[in-house]
């Protein structure tokens, strides 16, 4: 599965409709996920802009549309349990999922490796 | 700053935090399973950036009642007690922890981030007594929980079971000599280990490689943030500050206003001992998901007027509830806690959220 991801530490599958999570980088440095507030299905987004939160023990991060579109569907099993993102961020950690009308500014596998080494 | 210990945190793959000028573990995986142990089994924690002072001489004990609002004078050799140091004016400076290690020397254990502040007060308070003050570079390793006392015992010499809460005797591991206190910061039974710099390493690894079979875990700050907030424990710049009284903050019992000789604050805490309450600090429970954090106000949930203010919260491991503490200025209205702009409802609960079973 390819995916894509912002610098904001989301990663998005290439499918229509696109899953979003963030990435197990983005997991590891939030610690233990306490909470999440994930987008409702319908609503619409816009790339870069908030979209839900997620909590942490020690802090409060916003989550961002990775594109535009129409959210079909969130990850119920993570807003009852979100200590999934921590222990399975690309799989069933996933967040919610998108139909895709205008994709944001995505960077590639290999431009996001070079962004969370730098 | 680093402390004895920081090149195992870095072997460990300890996330690293800034603390008070140190660079200290934050949490070694995840917080909330360091947690959990520390409940259930054990947990070794390195404090090796806590402010430590000797004061030493033939009036310690007379200097240490006159610098503190406890009267340190009564306690015998062994014991320790928990104490404030406070202004002039009733404020608390810091929260410490006072170990009389013999009839003419005291160990004061202090916040790190008020060890200067505490050794600027101290040196002025004890001044005009004979009493010196040293400030020490000296380890400290706490190990906390159930477990904590049967781990300890298979490598240390000191006689544990007869050794009470608050008390301190002298004892070695593996030969290195050492104070053991059982003392702690998270609600369980534990000791504090205060170890020499340079054997801080060799202690460390004696009891890891002990305790792991029996469920011994590293434990980061983050842990030991939400354990001392699940005991009701007050933390320094949170609920402590120089513009909070030991009677708002609930810790009246420590001022000893019957100290026959004068103390610094005595007027000012005689005076706040009698005045009515503006506020006090209450423990929160949340029924919804988000976490209550310190600086979040506490509002009439039906009025939404402003009541007081969140000093600490977390969601609490043991009971998968976020928790808070908070200053009120009453408590006859439906509380809530308003959580970026949203209104989350909020019930009293006793301090502490959790004790430990004494079975």
Same mark, same amino acid.
């Given at each position: 599965m390819s995916l894509s991801y912002t610098a904001e530490h989301e990663w998005i599958t290439g499918e229509e409709p696109a899953t979003v999570g963030i990435t197990a980088y983005a997991a590891e440095a939030l610690g233990d996920i306490v909470y999440v507030e994930l987008p409702e299905p319908g609503t619409e987004l816009k790339a870069g802009e908030t979209c839900g939160e997620l909590e942490s023990t020690k802090s409060v991060s916003e989550l961002y549309a990775p594109v535009t579109g129409t959210v079909v569907a969130r990850n119920e099993a993570v807003v009852d349990d979100p200590s999934l993102i921590n222990s399975d961020p690309q799989g069933a950690g996933w967040l919610f999922t998108v139909a895709v009308t205008e994709s944001g500014e995505l960077l590639t596998e290999e431009a996001y490796q070079a962004l969370i080494s730098a | 700053m680093r402390t004895a210990l920081y090149e195992h945190h870095l072997a460990l793959g300890a996330t690293l935090t800034d603390y008070a000028g140190w660079r200290m573990? &934050?949490? @070694?995986? $995840?917080e909330s399973a360091e947690h959990l142990a520390v409940r259930k089994a054990a947990g070794l924690f390195d404090l090796g950036h806590m402010g430590q002072f000797e004061i030493h001489g033939p009036e310690a004990a007379g200097a240490l009642d006159f610098a503190l609002v406890?009267? &340190? $004078?009564? &306690?015998?050799?062994?014991q320790a007690r928990y104490t404030l140091l406070c202004? $002039?004016?009733?404020?608390?400076l810091d929260d410490l922890i006072c170990y009389r290690l013999a009839e003419d020397r005291y160990l004061v254990v202090a916040n790190a981030a008020n060890t200067s502040v505490v050794s600027d007060a101290l040196s002025v308070r004890l001044a005009g007594f004979r009493a010196d003050l040293d400030r020490l570079d000296r380890s400290l390793i706490a190990i906390q929980g159930p477990s904590a006392a049967g781990i300890l015992a298979l490598i240390c010499d000191a006689h544990l079971g007869g050794l009470p809460y608050y008390a301190v005797i002298p004892g070695s591991i593996n030969g290195i000599p050492l104070w053991v206190a059982?003392?702690? @910061?998270?609600?369980?039974d534990g000791f504090e280990l205060y170890v020499p710099a340079e054997h801080a390493s060799a202690v460390w690894w004696a009891l890891t490689t002990t305790g792991e079979p029996h469920g011994l875990r590293s434990a980061g700050l983050a842990c030991r943030d939400t354990l001392r907030l699940e005991a009701g424990m007050p933390l320094y710049g949170h609920e402590l500050t120089c513009d909070t009284t030991p009677y708002d903050a609930g810790l009246g019992r420590v001022v000893r206003l019957d100290k026959p000789a004068d103390f610094v604050g005595r007027a000012a805490l005689t005076a706040a001992a009698e005045a009515p309450r503006s506020r006090r600090l209450v423990g929160l429970v949340s029924a919804g998901r988000r976490v209550l954090r310190a600086g979040q106000p506490v509002v009439d949930l039906r009025t939404g007027a402003h009541l007081g203010v969140v000093t600490s919260g977390a969601v609490s491991p043991v009971l998968g509830r976020p928790i808070a503490m908070a200053y009120v200025s009453t408590v006859n209205a439906p509380l809530a806690v308003d959580v970026r702009g949203s209104l989350e409802p909020v019930e009293l609960s006793p301090l502490p959220f959790y004790r430990r079973s004494t079975s």
């Open positions: - | 573990p &934050l949490r @070694y995986g $995840s406890g009267r &340190l $004078s009564e &306690l015998v050799v062994g202004q $002039s004016d009733g404020g608390i059982r003392t702690g @910061y998270t609600g369980e």
